[in-house]
């Protein structure tokens, strides 16, 4: 009976790698000197968890690895060793080993045995040099590895070798095996800690006919004779905790205080001792042997064939032990895992009820007599709920910035170490939820962000002593809510952006003329420019020029707005403003003729009705208009999309200032505005290509398709055709 | 028509049949192949799309995504003809290599569905310059007319697939 583990790989690798990211968390909080003991928990059960899966599925590198790893990190568990910075040094680059070691695992590619092999020496030096050191007497470090002789190792330390009496009594509840746990095996690491006796209570057992082969109907009262931990026996059973009583008591009064709970009378009909090397098959015998009116082979089954038995039963098997650990730090968090592409089919299901129901509505408000009434009472009941339903469905794709942000506690302290700078990283709103979208695609524009602030933003200490501020920069990283969209700040409190010498290189690279004349918007917008970059040297951090460029592309990629400030000598702040999901829009319709288009709130400043007394012409090349001290181009969208439109004198339509890439305005004119929705954005792409100056469609509430205008889009059609 | 010509619903023994929908334009009747057709619906008003080929009129809402609309009228150079209640919409799925596609053909009216006999499936002749009957797969006589099978993935695949620089093909074309 055996079954095919590989089926268990992917979720093994999601979870190890999702239990890395907790750990590396984790470790990242460990201070240094006065460690919480609930973090160094949250440690060790990765890295015990890592070990165990790897075991299973036969990664033999990976659980030898993790179990010096393991082996340690029980030193720092029991306090036998102190964290020290060169300790949480290593247990990061073991982080990292780990990672590296799970992903050539899981490409079926070769593991960089080197360098696996070099962190597993520094690991097992620490580990044998604190036992030299203050343990004068101690047993050295067990190197093997193997579940099981990683106990004795965690025990050495603070307690005299002395042979104690473990009593322990352990009645699992009838649902222990559904969880993936098996008595059999706990037994068997138990029998390598020490002597084992086992005594079976079948108290429980119900007669043969109402016996349910699933469930567990025996306790055990044990011995466990040895120099053996009461944290070592516990660590047998911690994944069966909550599914079991135990009660561990020391019985000959050893050095260590006992549990103060009392070992029940054992009530139990029939005792079976074994040796400790036979607990194996003695158990799974016994119900048979003493059930009453068993038949020998028939109740073997619940407590061996239960946990392998495949089928529906299987999967908690080889997945729970893993599992089992990760919800432990979060207790019981009860969330589920769905594919995206589940996620996406249900929005756009109910993207179509959205629509259908607005076309009843519609032709509910048409109709009459008594019953309309209720229909519409009906259909407005209908709304709401769809209302709730969207908003609903919406929430599942949305996940909290801090999956982004977490990555970040790292890659400040390895960047500032190599630097030589002292950083202090803040984050703040990391509940903020966004779209899992919009979060795949904002982590490389912040983390570009980030090792900006920290290469260029913030000074050495030395200069930051001169200039009067702690020697610590901190660089801030913030998330809120800001009126439908999504603000994130990277800002700093280092030198600045020095507007000189950006101008200087702007006008040596000929960017801008000698004597052009620029706000401070306009200045900093030049450093969004391709190959801009004002590092006097570049280093292998940042400095090439190549990426703020990218970052703002992304950034509009995602339709979000990207914008600095800057104070000279007092630091700087990015503020990237995205739209809280990419499916739908807050749009204003406008409407030309006889057709009808949607600008992204997003990109409108104003919208207004000129006097032709406003309008100027520029020398027959086009119209423009006077906007809060600027001019702007006049655009007429009708020409643009060759539609016919109701007039065509300006002071007879309104026009919406929009702004494009880099504070670009224009001012578009149309016939008039029809108001403010939320659309549902739908490809135009799928089915017919790409409009020059439409991101996509989408469908209003009469069914019929109105176009979306990309403004960036439309004015670069526009210089083009200019330049035609 | 000899005696085995194809029956509406009938399958000539042994013989590769496929079923195909027919319809008229003008005087014409035209076939696609039934497995492509997605829906028949009537006629209601398009959204324009800017810088779209005359003969793409615009895109419609079918449940949910947004589909171009073809005249054929306009496609094979007829004379137009005006959209009323009665005028059809068949919406078609081309495949193509950046994968299927959904369109809406304008057409004057839905005939029948016939089988076709493949065998029986003629070439078209070519006409005038070369490549301009590309998109026809055969004539095959169906109950006394002759009915012009489309290859629709030709007939507008070509189309829409290159459709952000088809106007400077046609361009450097003409």
């Known amino acids: ?724 | 028509m000899s005696s085995n010509a194809p029956v509406k619903n009938g399958k000539g023994p042994g013989e590769e049949s496929h079923q195909v929908l027919t319809f008229v334009l003008g005087n014409e009747t035209y076939g696609v192949d039934i497995l492509r057709v997605q829906e028949i619906r009537g006629w209601s008003a398009v959204t324009k799309i800017p810088h779209a080929p005359p003969h793409v009129l615009g895109v419609l809402n079918l449940r949910g995504s947004i589909v171009p609309i073809v005249d054929l009228r306009m496609r094979f150079s007829l004379d137009r003809a005006e959209y009323t209640t009665v005028t059809v919409i068949i919406v078609v799925s081309v495949i193509s290599a950046a994968g299927r596609r959904d369109f809406g053909v304008v057409v004057d009216g839905v005939s029948d569905v016939v089988d076709v006999n493949t065998a029986e499936v003629k070439a078209a002749p070519e006409l005038g310059a070369k490549g301009a009957t590309d998109y026809i797969r055969g004539l095959v006589p169906v109950s006394e007319r002759m009915v012009v099978l489309l290859d629709i993935d030709r007939l507008i695949g070509s189309d829409l697939t290159s459709f952000s620089n088809s106007a400077d093909e046609t361009a450097s074309a003409a």
């Open chain 1, 1 to 724: 009976m055996t079954i095919d583990l590989t089926q268990f790989h992917d979720a093994f690798f999601e979870e190890s790698f999702e239990a890395l990211d907790s750990m590396e968390t984790a470790l990242l909080k460990l201070d240094i000197g006065a460690p919480d003991k609930e973090l160094i928990n949250t440690i060790f059960r990765v890295a015990h968890s890592i070990k165990g899966g790897s075991a299973t599925f036969g990664f033999s590198d990976i659980a030898s690895f993790t179990h010096s790893l393991e082996t340690m990190l029980d030193e720092l568990r029991s306090g036998g060793m102190q964290v020290t910075l060169a300790m949480s040094d290593l247990l990061l680059k073991s982080v990292d080993v780990m990672r590296a070691m799970l992903r050539a695992v899981q490409q079926k590619q070769p593991i960089n045995s080197q360098r696996v092999s070099d962190l597993q020496f520094d690991l097992e030096l620490m580990i044998a040099q604190k036992n030299s050191a203050p343990a004068a007497a101690s047993v050295p470090p067990p190197a093997a590895p193997g579940p099981v002789a990683a106990a004795p190792a965690a025990v050495q330390a603070p307690v005299a070798m002395v042979s104690r009496r473990w009593e322990i009594l352990f009645r699992p509840y009838p649902e222990l095996f559904a969880r993936g746990n098996d008595p059999l095996r706990m037994m068997r690491e138990l029998a390598g800690l020490g002597e084992l006796e086992s005594n079976a209570d079948v108290s429980a057992l119900p007669a043969f006919a109402d016996l349910e082969p699933q469930s567990c109907y025996l306790a055990w009262n044990l011995v466990l004779t040895g120099d053996v931990a009461e944290s070592a026996i516990r660590q047998v059973f911690e994944w069966a905790e909550g599914d079991c009583d135990l009660q561990i008591e020391l019985a000959d009064g050893g050095p260590q205080a006992a549990s103060p709970a009392t070992i029940e009378d054992s009530t139990s009909e029939a005792v079976a001792v074994t040796s400790a090397s036979a607990v194996g098959s003695p158990i799974a015998e016994e119900p048979a042997a003493t059930a009453p009116a068993a038949v020998a082979s028939v109740p073997a089954p619940p407590v061996v064939a239960a946990p392998v038995a495949p089928g529906p039963a299987a999967p908690p098997v080889a997945v729970a032990p893993q599992k089992a650990d990760a919800v432990a730090t979060v207790a019981d968090s009860g969330s589920i895992r769905v594919s995206v592409e589940k996620i996406d089919e249900l929005m756009n299901t109910v993207g179509e009820l959205v629509i259908t129901q607005a076309m009843l509505s519609q032709l509910g408000s048409k109709l009459e007599g008594p019953t309309a009434e209720k229909l519409r009472g009906g259909l407005a009941q209908l709304e709401r709920n769809m209302r709730e339903l969207q908003e609903s469905v919406m929430r599942v794709r949305m996940l909290p910035i801090n999956v982004v942000f977490s990555r970040f506690p790292r890659m400040v302290r390895d960047l500032a170490q190599r630097l030589g700078k002292h950083v202090e990283l803040k984050l703040t709103g990391e509940q903020t939820e966004l779209d899992k979208t919009v979060l795949e695609k904002i982590g490389d524009p912040l983390v570009h962000l980030v090792r900006n602030s920290i290469d260029h933003g913030i000074e050495s200490p030395d200069k930051r002593a001169a200039a009067g501020k702690p020697a610590s920069g901190t660089v801030h990283l913030d998330a809120c809510h800001r009126g439908g969209n999504i603000a994130v700040e990277v800002s700093d409190d280092g030198g600045g952006l020095d507007k000189d010498r950006i101008l200087a290189k702007a006008r040596d690279r000929g960017l801008i003329g000698p004597n052009d004349v620029l706000t401070d918007e306009q200045v900093y917008d030049l450093i969004f420019l391709p190959g801009f970059s004002t590092a006097e040297k570049t280093t292998d951090v940042s400095g090439r020029g190549v990426g703020m460029d990218v970052v703002r592309r992304n950034i509009k990629e995602l339709g979000g707005k990207i914008e600095l400030r800057s104070d000279y000598g007092k630091g700087s702040k990015t503020i990237i403003t995205l739209p809280l999901t990419l499916a739908i829009v807050d749009g204003q319709s406008v409407s030309v003729g006889s057709e009808t288009y949607i600008v992204p709130l997003i990109s409108i400043v104003e919208s207004m009705q000129l006097k032709a007394a406003d309008v100027s012409r520029l020398s027959g090349r086009g119209e423009v208009f006077s906007f809060r001290g600027f001019y702007l181009p006049i655009v007429r969208l009708y020409e643009i999309f060759g539609v016919e439109p109701h007039t065509k004198v300006l002071d007879e339509g309104l026009v919406v200032v929009a702004e494009g890439e880099g504070h670009q305005r224009i001012g578009l004119f149309v016939d008039d505005l029809l108001g403010q929705q939320q659309v549902v954005i739908k490809s135009l792409e799928a089915n017919y290509g790409h409009v020059e100056g439409v991101s996509g469609a989408t469908i209003l509430g009469d069914g019929s398709v109105a176009l979306i205008l990309d403004i960036p889009g439309l004015i670069r059609a526009m210089s083009m055709r200019a330049a035609a």
